[in-house]
């Protein structure tokens, strides 16, 4: 099993969020449920190599 984190928040009815490592890449869902079967979804798009172009954010590690 695989653990990702996520950033989230509510907007009146609607749940926002994205992939720490995929800022750049919003959803929504209307619970916080939802999003993070919407997350999955984004997640599971983003490994099947279709979606071209993807920025990710890593770390880097100096001496």
Avoid: C, N
């Amino acid at each position: 099993m695989q653990t990702l984190r996520f950033v989230y928040w509510q907007d009146e009815d609607a749940w926002l969020g994205y992939l720490e490592i995929y800022p750049d890449y919003w959803t929504q869902g209307s619970s916080l449920e939802d999003l993070k079967d919407h997350l999955k979804d984004l997640y599971e798009d983003f490994q099947s190599g279709q979606v071209p172009g993807i920025r990710k954010v890593d770390e880097l590690v100096l001496p």
